[in-house]
């Protein structure tokens, strides 16, 4: 297999971008997250028709875009992971990525390790 992940850091093609991390807790009923602000470099392209035939929210969403960051580096779903010595996990909300001055959503990540990256489609945050 070929390794891209050279590429996709390559400073002719990586763009900066921010990405807000959501860890949290739920207490008496409501989620308590813990915002974290991490640099990110990758490659951002608008995302394809292919890309969008590949989740279902994308006929009710608009402004979608595909962020590939190498495999060290990965973007998440909402999901739970269990921190080291705790056996209750702690629970992680979809990472939020910010460029040009617009929040995406992390929707759907697919991991292409062999090849070295990860890319993941992002769904446009209206701000309030």
Do not use: H
């Amino acid at each position: 297999m070929i390794d891209i992940s050279e590429m996709i850091s390559d400073p002719d093609f990586l763009q900066e971008f921010t990405v807000y991390r959501q860890p949290g807790y739920w207490v008496a009923g409501d989620f308590v997250p813990n915002e974290q602000a991490l640099t990110f470099y990758g490659i951002i392209m608008p995302a394809t028709t292919k890309d969008l035939e590949q989740i279902p929210e994308a006929d009710k969403v608009t402004g979608m875009m595909c962020f590939y960051v190498p495999y060290d580096t990965p973007l998440y779903v909402t999901q739970n992971y269990p921190l080291t010595g705790d056996s209750d996990p702690e629970k992680l909300n979809s990472d939020q990525c910010v460029w040009q001055g617009d929040r995406y959503r992390v929707y759907q990540t697919n991991s292409y390790d062999d090849y070295g990256y990860i890319k993941a489609i992002c769904a446009y945050m209206p701000g309030d």
